[in-house]
């Protein structure tokens, strides 16, 4: 087997890469998608690194850009047996170039993935390759690249504004000082300052989950920047607020909660003083710490009607599933593993409290589609407060697009759902996953067109709403 794409391989997107393969209905898609193409792209949750932003300075090359942050890629090839270390992952040093020949050679690797899309598109699109990426064209791609990330027009401002993002959300824990948003905010005020929208998301994951490394540090680290004393119940409460607070006031408009359930609870306050007190001492019972991260969830809700934080639950990961590559390389390294995930009486405790609310807007995410039809779907379908995120994580693709709309559309609707989000660290494939999604949006319009269950100009609205209208509204923007 060859990572080589063939002699002279050709680069080319077709123009109606992943519309219906029907004539009729590729042409209605066709219409749609020309309507919505050229809109801006709301990003409204994702990781990439806000001191690309705030520094604007160069990328440092192909693989530290393209490679490495992209746990996609190089979770395949970990699973083809290509050490993380010899791509340079988790620290190690490694030539670059070499790391980057190692990838080219098993680009085969990514037959049929989304990852070959996004990565095609950004070869074609972002850098005008039109020769196939292989074993054959690694060094003309590494070199073509890194001549390119030298010039200004691939500095990370200028990519920004070439790709049309019109806002762009990170992801932040409450112990960062957001030293980088704030200098983005004082070059958007400068005269004659870059005028791109860069926002946090208040992630409180390191300072709610008890089995988080180094919780009760978290916390002394919480009371330090606080002045509370986050090691008692009614003072831990009162630093969270002092954090949110700061978030909002640096532009946040959302909060995002990564637990490994959906699980919330609704303690009283004498009950969660007993349950905090226990999880401060050291080794905590896992019992324990579900139970707390069940509250805080309810706890936050109440919080986001405080505030009006609009609140995003990421559930159903297991996180680290590889003890040894967790110990030797950290987080966020492809292992995180898909888990079964309850939601009916997962989330009822918070809907029972805050269901209704007004001012309640709650985003929940899932890696279980056998949830979408049976509980998701449904609890939107009621619940004033709940909307339902995009297919996300390992269902980003076009097969996982359509499966959502399938089966959330016949009892949520579209207007209970909350458009796309990229949710990515690979910052140049931003443009080509909403290239995917509109597709596929198009698509699924376009067959009710089709079927003459809905008017071509309906679904032409319903095309913009979910582009950029839905995103834009339900992240606050």
């Known amino acids: 087997m060859t990572g080589s794409a063939g002699p002279g391989a050709a680069l080319r997107l077709h123009p109606d890469r992943l519309f219906p393969a029907d004539p009729d209905t590729r042409s209605i898609a066709r219409r749609l998608f020309a309507e919505v193409a050229g809109l801006p792209i709301i990003s409204p949750h994702g990781h990439t690194d806000a001191g690309w932003f705030a520094t604007d300075a160069p990328f440092e090359n192909a693989t530290e850009l ?19 270390e010899a791509l340079g992952i988790g620290g190690h040093a490694t030539d670059p170039r070499a790391a980057w020949r190692i990838f080219a050679d098993n680009y085969h690797l990514f037959r049929g993935t989304p990852s070959r899309m996004w990565l095609d598109h950004v070869w074609a699109e972002v850098f005008g390759f039109d020769r196939a990426f292989g074993a054959d064209t690694a060094d003309l791609y590494y070199d073509t690249i890194n001549a390119a990330l030298a010039t200004d027009a691939f500095r990370p401002r200028a990519l920004m504004d070439r790709f ?4 762009i959300t990170t992801t932040e824990s409450p112990l960062d000082d957001l030293a980088h948003h704030a200098a983005i905010r004082v070059e958007n005020r400068r005269a004659g300052g870059w005028q791109g929208r860069v926002l946090t998301a208040f992630r409180p994951d390191p300072v709610v989950d008890p089995e988080y490394e180094g919780f009760l540090g978290n916390l002394a680290r919480l009371a330090e920047m606080t002045g509370e004393d986050a090691l008692t119940y009614r003072g831990y409460l009162a630093a969270l607020r002092n ?63 405080e505030d009006g934080l609009v609140m995003q639950i990421h559930p ?61 779907a449904p609890l939107a379908g009621h619940y004033p407060a709940l ?17 959502f709309r399938e089966q959330v559309t016949e009892t949520a609707g579209f207007y209970n759902t909350v458009g796309f989000n990229d949710d990515t660290r690979a910052f140049l494939s931003i443009p080509a996953r909403h290239d995917v999604a509109r597709r596929v949006d198009c698509g699924f ?20 709403d979910l582009a950029y209208n839905f995103a834009k509204a339900a992240y606050r923007l």
């Open 243 to 305: 954090r949110r607070a700061f978030f909002a006031a640096m532009g946040a408009t959302s909060t995002d909660h990564g637990h490994p359930t959906a699980r919330t609870a609704d303690l009283s306050d004498a009950e969660a003083e007993a349950l905090f007190a226990r999880l401060t001492r050291p080794d905590p019972s896992p019992a324990d710490a579900e139970l707390f991260r069940a509250h805080m969830l309810t706890v936050m809700a109440g919080m986001s009607i």
């Open 66 to 84: 393209l490679l490495r942050p992209d746990h996609y890629v190089f979770r395949m090839l970990y699973s083809q047996r290509i050490p993380l």
């Open 387 to 403: 909307k339902l995120g995009p297919a996300w994580w390992f269902h980003d693709s076009p097969e996982g697009m359509r499966r």
């Open 164 to 167: 049309n993002i019109e806002v």
């Open 445 to 464: 319009l376009a067959r009710l067109v089709a079927e003459h269950r809905m008017a071509e100009w309906e679904a032409a609205e319903l095309a913009q």
């Open 316 to 376: 159903g990961s297991f996180r680290n599933h590889n003890p040894w590559l967790f110990n030797t390389f950290g987080r966020d390294k492809g292992a995180d593993i898909p888990l079964a995930t309850e939601y009916v009486q997962a989330l009822r405790a918070l809907l029972t409290k805050y269901g209704n609310h007004p001012a309640l807007s709650v985003i929940v995410f899932t890696l279980d589609e056998t949830a979408y039809a049976r509980e998701l």
